[in-house]
């Protein structure tokens, strides 16, 4: 007899009733667990911040320092903490590729990451999982969408600083999986050249977020204006010399935060570009245009969590909620 004949008459919960089952609560509709990206976050790198925090993961040891960065980013993982993510997508400038898109397709990266600037400052053994399913998913609609994308599947590359930094200052526990994009390097001979194709980018990391029913948050990880000293104080994390690079540096971040506060995002379309003329801002590699093309450039404010400069670069923590 076929199945369809045999189902037993009443609802699933009148049938657990006369079992003497339990009836699990209905779901809230407010309570339920939608996907898709569910935040984003301006999310800064500096490798100071990590080893001002002391964390066992990274060698050298400090006293503290750029506190007002750090308070921002402990709201932050407040915050994410209560989006209830799946997975963190990263997009940071560091991982650097001269031909396309990236995407780390290796489901256990473990290693030694190492700042090459500053390796007395960050040297950081991580040990993270990949959302496997999801990253091969973005290659896929990057491809689709016609960029040029691969997925990195060696084990034991190394992962970039501005990609465990950001990782590290957004969940330090690790307890969540990751998927990691690369910045295609041609901003940094072109300026503002590809921002066009972080749009594109931005799109299929959606449409692949969407197609696996990922509930996921997103970190740009950028630095603001990127003029910085040449010279380090004996202290590193001496704070008597830490400032902005001139004031119209300061002044070029603090106009792209006052766009970012009031919203829309849209606005970002022409202020961006703008702002990586005016401070060479580390956003010309793409991650925050990448960012808001993802989120579909909400008609929404930021939230600025906090600002402060790292050997004089400017750095916000900021949260978009679409
Ligand atoms: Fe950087």
Same mark, same amino acid.
């Given at each position: ?83 209830? @993510? ?49 990253? +091969? ?99 590193? +994390?001496?704070?008597?010399? +830490? ?11 603090? +106009? ?7 919203? @829309? ?58």
């Amino acid at each position: 007899m076929a199945r369809v004949f045999q189902v037993t008459a009443g609802s699933s919960r009148s049938g657990r009733r006369r079992a003497g089952q339990p009836t699990p609560a209905p779901v809230e509709p407010a309570l339920a667990r939608r996907a898709g990206i569910v935040a984003g976050y301006l999310a800064p790198h500096p490798p100071h911040l990590v080893y001002a925090e002391n964390p066992p993961q990274n060698e050298p040891r400090s006293t503290g320092g750029w506190e007002v960065l750090r308070w921002g980013y402990e709201e932050l993982r407040r915050r994410l903490r209560a989006h209830r @993510p799946d997975v963190l997508v990263v997009h940071a400038p560091h991982w650097i590729t001269m031909v396309g898109h990236h995407v780390n397709c290796v489901p256990n990266p473990r290693g030694l990451s190492v700042e090459p600037i500053f390796p007395h400052l960050f040297r950081y053994h991580y040990d993270f999982r990949t959302d496997v399913d999801l990253a +091969e998913a973005i290659v896929e609609e990057g491809e689709r969408a016609g960029l040029v994308t691969s997925a990195m599947r060696e084990d034991g590359v190394r992962v970039d600083y501005a990609t465990i930094g950001a990782l590290h200052l957004a969940n330090p526990d690790w307890d969540l999986p990751v998927v990691s994009l690369s910045a295609n390097n041609n901003p940094y001979f072109y300026s503002d050249a590809s921002l066009a194709e972080m749009e594109t980018l931005g799109e299929a990391t959606r449409t692949a977020i969407e197609k696996t029913g990922r509930r996921a948050v997103l970190l740009a990880s950028n630095s603001l204006s990127h003029l910085h000293w040449d010279t380090e104080p004996d202290l590193p +994390e001496d704070m008597g010399v +830490e400032r902005p690079f001139t004031h119209a540096q300061y002044a070029g971040d603090m +106009e792209l935060l006052q766009t970012i506060r009031e919203g @829309p995002t849209a606005r970002l379309k022409e202020a961006v570009p703008a702002h990586i003329e005016a401070t060479s801002s580390e956003t010309k590699a793409g991650s925050l245009t990448w960012l808001m093309a993802a989120m579909g450039w909400p008609a929404i404010a930021g939230d600025v969590l906090a600002y402060g400069t790292v050997i004089a670069t400017g750095n916000a923590v900021v949260e978009w909620v679409p």
